[in-house]
């Protein structure tokens, strides 16, 4: 869930920490600011590091954002974090840092809603298949037994009308299931952007 929500914030985070530093606002503003809230879990990430700045419970800004990034779960985040780390440590240029960190996400993010668009290609006819086929081969499997009866019937030996019964009725269960597996392996698919 963390990984997931760090995914989904992280970009709008860079953004922010773009036009704010670009603006003149400094490394440890723009942190409070996006602890401020709006972010999901690197907000309180944020908000977390400047609460413990403030009591001076804290060996400074260096080491929280060191210690942030061992509890980092996504690659973007633990990039952004090591860029803000390498910015205090060193004094880089951490605004030109973030855009291109910033350029690079939209694109990764731009691939995978596109590869994830692809695969979905499929599902919507495969569950339509399933839906509309399995229940009418299902139901013609049904019908046998009235079909075959009389003469039809003395060519054929057929299993009990109960047993018939059955397997059309697990037939439907397992087209039900395999359409909720189905729409289910979609949406664990889903990028989350």
Known sequence: MRKLDEQRE????????????????????????????????????????????QKGSSRGLGSELKSMMNK??????????NTMYTNVTQNTDIIET????????????????????EE????????LSIGMIGPIILAIAGLIPQLMSGEMGAFMKLPP????????NVGLALTLFGMFMIGLKAHTKDPGL
């Open 161 to 168: 009308t109960a047993t018939i019964n059955i397997v059309v």
């Open 98 to 117: 973030i855009r291109k960190q910033g350029a690079r996400m939209e694109n990764e993010r731009s691939e995978s809603v596109t590869k994830y668009i």
């Open 72 to 81: 980092a779960g996504s690659e973007g985040y633990r990039r952004l974090l």
């Open 120 to 127: 979905l290609g499929s599902v919507p006819e495969t569950l």
């Open 10 to 53: 992280v970009l709008y985070v860079i953004r922010t920490l773009d036009v704010l530093m670009s603006s003149g606002v400094g490394l440890e503003a723009a942190i409070h600011t996006i602890g401020s809230g709006g972010y999901g879990i690197i907000s309180e990430d944020f908000s977390g590091i400047m609460t413990r700045l």
